[in-house]
């Protein structure tokens, strides 16, 4: 829902930013998985307590997913970066509450498996939606930099971040922001579903 507003924001200064790497010649790949591998630190900093250390691995990692996109504007989109990009970002998202899980199992777990499967839900929906609009070349007016057809929602990247700063800042109340977040992925999914079968059921 706020990816719309929030990527013309960050765009000016992701695209400054971006020149150095273009110019050193880091591909966009590479800073994909790097900030994939940088990512990663937030699972035993969040397991282990380090709330905050955890928070500044997650910001690292979307700085770095901020930065690989507008690298690859520079340097042309690609498939292969776009699904390299997205299947990263997925893994990424289920790890931060499993994550909590293991910090606080008693208490966090069963929060921590609905949200995953609530991802499940938006991730399957965006996908499948992604594959069928490119095999029947439906254009995407709103995110038209995406190598994918970005279908929006509730529950964006955006707003998924804020989900995570929270939990991180307030780990004692992650199960009910865990549940609540959830709870709007699935009117995310809901929806998607929805608009997503009546658009292709008008394709010709």
Not at 5 to 33: C, E, H, M, R, Y
Not at 43 to 67: E, H, Q
Not at 79 to 107: K, Q
Request: charged share 10%; with cysteine.
């Amino acid at each position: 829902m706020l990816d719309r507003f929030a990527i013309p924001v960050i765009k000016k200064p992701l695209t400054l930013i971006a020149s150095l790497p273009d110019k050193l010649g880091i591909t966009a790949n590479q800073i994909t998985i790097a900030g994939f591998i940088i990512g990663l630190g937030a699972l035993p900093a969040i397991a282990t307590g380090n709330y905050l250390l955890g928070l500044l691995f997650i910001a690292l990692n979307r700085i770095f997913d901020g930065i690989d996109g507008a690298v690859a504007r520079r340097q042309g989109i690609t498939d292969c970066g776009g699904f390299l990009d997205i299947t990263l970002d997925f893994i990424f998202y289920s790890m931060v509450p499993f994550a909590f899980a293991l910090a606080v199992p008693e208490s966090n777990a069963v929060a921590a498996a609905f949200l995953i499967f609530s991802f499940m839900g938006t991730g399957s929906s965006f996908l499948s939606f992604a594959i069928m609009a490119s095999k029947h070349s439906i254009d995407n007016p709103v995110y038209q930099n995406k190598s994918l057809y970005y279908m929006g929602g509730l529950t964006e990247g955006t707003e998924t971040i804020a989900c995570f700063v929270l939990m991180c800042l307030l780990p004692a109340h992650f199960a009910t922001i865990a549940f609540v977040f959830g709870g709007l992925c699935w009117l995310t999914t809901a929806t998607r579903i929805w608009a997503g079968y009546q658009t292709l059921k008008s394709v010709k």
